[in-house]
């Protein structure tokens, strides 16, 4: 058995964070004492596995904020995770055998050189390339975008937080990655780091959606349910996921297809007001959908005394064309995505061009398009039209590659063998750099901080 310290930033709601609590989850499952470090954790706002119980959480109130006026969060991202390196290296603080680290590489060297511990990071996406929105592949595009889109102050903003980034991630012992893609732009971003990541997939619990239990008496799963066909987008509430795409498809489709008038969007994913890029993508998809589209929307939270306050809005109770859910709860996923009908459509970049299977048709999981709104159309045309029985074979094939490829236990046992490869390294032989000593020093002065 592994004592296995997890250290994750913010523990809300989103796709890294699923994957920080299924990972938890599938280690302890195969007999490891695993504990979750955060730098934020609400209870209104999280996965409920890390509230009741089933996962040991401790969340490490920083003295910072967030960001000052929408500006600088990821300097204040690095200070929140050096405070809470700071707790973890504390005397009395409870001694681990290795450390699994995402999204932010900042506490690695401090991990290793003070701790005397091995370390794993996984990496959803370099950090550095979406500082100026969503990623683009193409690098004479990229670095033209990044021109209009990011001045000069914000270069050199940015440059020692790319630098910090880079030299803090090659001091890990073991790199994941989340997919083939991820590991090829990680490669050709981070120069001065040689290895290849391995490659863990994030896991589906496939469990969950074969569950038997009857929601028909859950107030927020009646309110997200409906006879009428219904096309579903699950992201975050963050500009980068261009979920505007889905919104465009879907409003092209019905002014298209007469019989398409019935068809509804459920716009579901993680909404944090404290974060700036959360509220300004929901109410820029609210104005595409009712004013440009003049679709007809509704806005729902769930029934918790303590969900998300929305300020008034020009909403339709019954029957909306778009239905936004916000932090939806796992019985509303779970009822969406049991759908006897569930079909896929994906961008044709990324993660999901390993996890979907588009050619040849007869091995088909689902559809993979460029983000074109006209291209997306055509798609979801084919799918509407699609029959019953091509339907019913296409899903039948997109559960055995989900068993075989994307399972909890495959996934688990990926990372498992990460941190075993790790630990296995032996003792960590620390080693004295400059800008260790000064990483070391803000941490100093902000565990003095943490105890004034």
């Known amino acids: ?12 709601i989103g796709g890294a964070e699923r994957l ?11 007999g490891h004492q695993v504990d979750i470090y955060t730098s934020h954790h609400d209870s209104n706002h999280c996965f409920e596995e890390t509230k009741d119980g ?8 920083p003295p910072f904020p967030r960001a000052i006026n929408g500006k600088f969060h990821i300097l204040f991202a690095h200070l929140r995770q050096l405070h809470l390196t700071a707790s973890l290296l504390s005397p009395g603080a409870p001694k681990y055998d290795v450390f699994f680290v995402d999204q932010l590489s900042t506490c690695i060297p401090l ?3 003070i701790g005397r511990t091995r370390v794993v990071f996984y990496c959803h996406f370099p950090d550095k390339l979406l500082a100026n929105g969503e990623f683009i592949e193409d690098p ?4 033209q975008r990044n021109m209009l889109k990011g001045g000069l102050l914000k270069r050199i903003y940015r440059y020692p937080m790319d630098w910090l980034e880079e030299i803090t991630t090659r001091q890990a012992d073991v790199i994941l990655a989340n997919s083939n893609f991820t590991g090829r732009v990680f490669k050709d971003n981070f120069p001065s780091i040689r290895r290849t990541p391995e490659v863990v997939y994030p896991g589906i619990n496939i469990v969950a959606y074969e569950a038997t239990q009857d929601s028909s008496n859950d107030p927020d799963v009646a309110a997200i349910l409906s006879d009428r066909p219904t096309l579903i987008s699950l992201n975050r509430f963050e500009k980068k996921k261009n979920v505007a795409l889905a919104v465009e498809a879907f409003a092209r489709i019905r002014a298209q297809e007469p019989n398409s008038a019935n068809l509804r969007l459920v716009l579901g994913g993680g909404y944090d007001p404290r974060l700036e890029d959360n509220m300004l993508t929901l109410y820029s998809l609210i104005d595409l959908v009712s004013k440009k589209h003049s679709l007809s929307y509704n806005v729902i939270t769930p029934s918790s005394p303590k969900a998300v306050k929305i300020p008034p809005l020009n909403t339709t109770l019954e029957n909306p064309a778009v239905l936004f859910v916000l932090n939806f709860t796992t019985a509303q996923r ?3 995505l049991m759908s006897p009908s569930t079909i896929v459509l994906a961008c044709d970049s990324g993660g999901p061009v390993e996890s979907i299977v588009d050619e040849p048709a007869e091995e088909r999981t689902g559809w993979l398009r460029a983000p074109n709104p006209e291209i997306w159309t055509e798609a979801l045309r084919q799918i509407v039209d699609l029959g019953e029985e091509e339907r019913s074979k296409m899903r039948e094939r997109a559960k055995k590659r989900a068993r075989e490829m994307f399972g909890m236990e495959a996934m688990a046992s990926g990372i498992e063998n ?4 790790a630990v296995d390294m032996g003792q960590v032989q620390s080693r004295v750099t400059l800008w260790l000593v000064v990483l070391v020093a803000i941490m100093c002065l902000l565990f003095a901080l943490r105890w004034a």
């Open 20 to 30: 920080v609590v299924d990972a938890a989850l599938g280690l302890q499952n195969l």
């Open 54 to 61: 089933r996962l040991k959480v401790h969340n490490i109130i």
């Open 334 to 336: 779970t009822a969406l």
């Open 140 to 143: 004479i595009s990229r670095a």
């Open 1 to 12: 058995m592994l004592k296995i310290a997890f250290i994750h930033p913010d523990l809300g």
């Open 111 to 113: 991990l290793r050189a």
């Open 418 to 421: 990460a941190l075993k490869e």
